[in-house]
């Protein structure tokens, strides 16, 4: 098939942001991305307006609490029913994590939510004396503590999300000319306007920032620049227009720019005069009005609801790609949704090729092979696995070899 003509989806996981500093899966909510985020002063700083239970029973008093503070009590909550006594996890890691805040906070009376709240306990024997820890600590008792310490779990992995390409955004000569980040600007300048698709799971701003380098540098050619360019939030008839010179993205689970709107729309922030939107990190700032799609149900609705458009499109992408190249994502325990719809689109489309790149040796590899097999004949079409991180193969695939 002639180069031109191929059709590549690009789907990309937590893999594709870790060599540019994304914390690791497990790292999400850790003591090291607390002192990270210490350094980070509209993080460290920053403030919460919340009512805070008082001493009589039934009153309260409205205080501007240090969203610091809940940070490090999340962070102890977590690891405190990561380490249970006798094996006995709450969960292994921090999507399950965030998914059992909302199942409990959404339950009050339950076990889980009593069984949250007397880790909490531990938690404030160990804790430190400061008003500003007190405080915090008296909200996430309140019986409708849990939904605020789910929020402020938001908040933590939206600023883990956010704060590692800080120095990216301040400084474009970064990815401009750094060697970190060589691999990803081959790789998007071999993406094809009218022909590509990028479908993304990661909540944070790496294609936004590509997509900056990409306007930079045909700054002055007389040839248009192949934006990515996404349909939420935009005018699709003006989306369909142009995307002969377009290379759609698809953020499935919401990204850390975005917020939900009183009137229930997604607001994406306002458009530039290059007609694109930057898409500016602020779910850390308002966590209640992020459009995250963390574990729960304000993730397993996503693709019938606020982003179904969207869903809609990244699913027809593949169902009619010539090539899927699956970059660091593994199918995660979580993501059921995900996987049954990423089957389905792949089964309706059983003679694309597809690709695996999930770093050497990587353990979920069998498994996500094993999936992917199920959607095609895998004699006459088995699933080209590539032993390689994702700057390995950046830096060496060509494109008519997908």
Not at 137 to 147: H, N, S, T, Y
Not at 203 to 232: A, F, M, Q, T, W
Not at 246 to 251: A, D, F, G, N, R
């Amino acid at each position: 098939m002639a180069q031109d003509e191929r059709k590549v989806v690009w789907i990309l996981g937590a893999g594709f942001s870790v060599p540019l500093g994304a914390p690791l899966f497990r790292e999400l909510i850790s003591e090291k991305t607390l002192r990270r985020l210490l350094t980070w002063k509209e993080f460290a700083h920053q403030k919460a307006f919340m009512n805070v239970p008082q001493d009589t029973p039934g009153t309260f008093h409205g205080k501007h609490l240090d969203v610091y503070a809940m940070a490090a009590i999340t962070r102890a909550l977590y690891w405190a029913g990561f380490d249970a006594a006798g094996g006995a996890s709450l969960w292994s890691d921090p999507e399950q994590f965030l998914e059992t805040l909302e199942i409990a906070s959404s339950e009050p009376d339950g076990v889980l939510a009593k069984e949250l709240r007397w880790l909490l306990r531990g938690v404030k024997d160990q804790g430190s004396k400061e008003p500003s820890f007190d405080d915090a600590l008296k909200v996430f008792e309140a019986k409708d503590g849990l939904v605020h310490i789910h929020r402020e779990a938001v908040r933590l992995v939206a600023a883990a999300c956010s704060m590692f390409l800080l120095r990216a955004e301040a400084n474009p000569a970064l990815v401009r000319e750094s060697e970190q980040w060589s691999p990803y600007r081959r790789w998007v300048r071999k993406l094809r306007a009218g022909s590509d698709s990028v479908i993304t799971f990661n909540y944070d701003r790496v294609l936004n920032i590509l997509n900056e380098y990409l306007l930079g540098l045909y700054k002055g050619s007389l040839h248009n620049p192949p934006v990515l360019d996404s349909p939420v939030g935009c005018n699709l008839d003006k989306f369909d227009a142009q995307r002969s010179g377009t290379i759609p993205m698809y953020h499935l689970h919401g990204h850390v720019g975005w917020q939900t709107a009183p009137n229930g729309e997604v607001q994406c922030g306002k458009e530039e005069s290059n007609g694109l939107r930057p898409d500016v990190a602020r779910a850390h700032i308002e966590p209640a009005l992020a459009l995250m799609g963390t574990p729960g149900k304000s993730k397993t609705g996503l693709h019938t609801g606020l982003l179904q458009e969207a869903w809609r499109r990244a699913m027809m992408a593949i169902s009619e790609a010539t090539t899927v190249v699956f970059v660091g994502y593994r199918f995660p325990e979580t993501d059921s949704v995900a996987k049954e719809q990423l089957a389905d689109a792949l089964r309706n489309n059983p003679k694309a090729i597809v690709h695996v790149v999930l770093g050497a040796n990587n353990v979920d590899m069998p498994r996500l092979k094993g999936m992917i097999e199920w959607t095609r004949d895998k004699n006459t079409n088995p699933v080209h696995v590539h032993e390689m991180w994702c700057q390995d193969f950046f830096a060496v695939f060509e494109r008519n070899g997908l």
